[in-house]
């Protein structure tokens, strides 16, 4: 009889890449048979990237047996340049050309060149001044490149005659101006102090070397006063209160002034008749009573300083002094309407006395008045 075969038994597995045994036995005997039992064969898993893929270069793709681990890698092939394009322009100095940029990678590369424009200059000519050249300036209208060439020397001033815009006297220097022809330009130079101009010169009776000289000279040359006639200043002659108040409506520019005296001693054709007008409207001078004025007395020193006190109070200034009068041996002697002037005269530098006194009801002289005018200029 023959063998009577069992189903068999695995006696080798088999593995992914290797055959296994199985083996079986007969029933009646001890003999036994095989069979080759295939290789399973890997079964691999989805893979995993080993290296991403480049522009240029390969990736790897690394897959694992599930079964026994054993692995495996396949190449990922390289993506190619991913480019955008983009257009730039020629310029005066540079090619213009289509770039070509990977956007994964960075590499770049620049194809269809076109030429540099060149430049476009257009010229601008600056003309020379009295004090700078002149030149053309030639600046590129697309890029504004420039450059600058045809220097020309500057003119030079084309100064006219020196006139005079201060003019000098005995204690002042004078100024002298000149402009120029072409750009308008002004230079000055100092003219020294001299006698040429002095307004004194005119008249006979006034010493230069003494101490009013300075005081006429001013008011000479500012009109406030004049002279006498016949060729006389009168520095010693007494002062009238017509001729005070004169000389204060001159000082305040000579105001219009409407209607008439009220004082019956003063005529209006004379050369005091509107300043008296104007010194009563404003409370400068009072008459000797309500209707006399008395244009032609002589004026007290106090009554002048009076009279300067009221004119710089209508004027704005600051009329406040504090000078303690009594150190003057006849201050007794000042009137109660003048004490106030008088302490500010005296603070201010106006009146200085003469040696102690302030002489109070002394006659004011020409040359006193115009001192004082000089000083109220520079002091008040």
Not at 180 to 190: G, I, L, N, P, W
Not at 212 to 222: A, P
Not at 298 to 316: C, D, K, S
């Amino acid at each position: 009889m023959g063998h009577d075969w069992d189903g068999g038994s695995v006696t080798t597995p088999a593995t992914c890449e290797g055959d296994g045994v199985r083996t079986f036995a007969c029933n009646h005997c001890s003999e036994t048979r095989t069979e080759t039992i295939p290789a399973t064969g890997h079964t691999w898993d989805e893979g995993v990237v080993k290296q991403e893929a480049g522009c240029t270069e390969d990736g790897v793709m690394r897959y694992t047996c599930v079964s026994c681990h054993a692995t495996r890698e396949e190449n990922i092939t390289a993506t190619g340049h991913q480019y955008t394009k983009t257009v730039v322009d020629p310029t005066c100095t540079s090619s213009g050309y289509e770039q070509y940029l990977c956007f994964a990678c960075g590499y770049e590369y620049h194809d269809h060149f076109t030429a540099p424009l060149g430049h476009d200059y257009e010229a601008v000519l600056t003309e020379p001044t009295c004090t700078e050249q002149g030149y053309t300036t030639h600046t590129c209208s697309r890029c504004e490149d420039h450059y600058v060439d045809g220097y020309v020397e500057a003119l030079g001033h084309a100064w006219g005659e020196w006139t005079k815009e201060i003019a000098e006297d005995c204690f002042h220097p004078g100024v002298e101006v000149r402009t120029c022809a072409h750009c308008q330009a002004k230079e000055s130079q100092t003219v020294e102090a001299n006698g040429a101009h002095c307004p004194s010169k005119d008249f006979q009776d006034v010493d230069a070397s003494r101490w009013y000289h300075e005081g006429v000279d001013f008011v000479l040359k500012h009109g406030i006063m004049k002279g006498m006639g016949g060729g006389l200043f009168q520095p010693n002659g007494t002062l009238t209160r017509g001729q005070l108040v004169t000389t204060l409506y001159r000082m305040a520019g000579e105001p219009e002034t409407e209607g008439d005296s009220p004082f019956t001693d003063v005529d209006m054709e004379r050369f005091y008749g509107k300043a008296v007008v104007w010194a009563a409207k404003n409370g400068i001078a009072k008459g000797v009573n309500t209707t006399v004025f008395a244009p032609h007395a002589p004026v007290t020193r106090e009554q002048m300083v009076t009279f300067l006190y009221r004119y710089a109070n209508l004027a704005g200034e600051d009329v406040t002094g504090d000078y303690d009068l009594t150190e003057f041996g006849d201050h007794g002697a000042i009137h109660n309407y003048a004490k106030e002037p008088l302490a500010w005269a005296v603070d201010k530098g106006l009146v200085t006395g003469m040696d102690g006194l302030l002489n109070p009801r002394g006659n004011a002289t020409r040359a006193q008045i115009a001192t004082i005018f000089l000083r109220y200029s520079e002091n008040v």
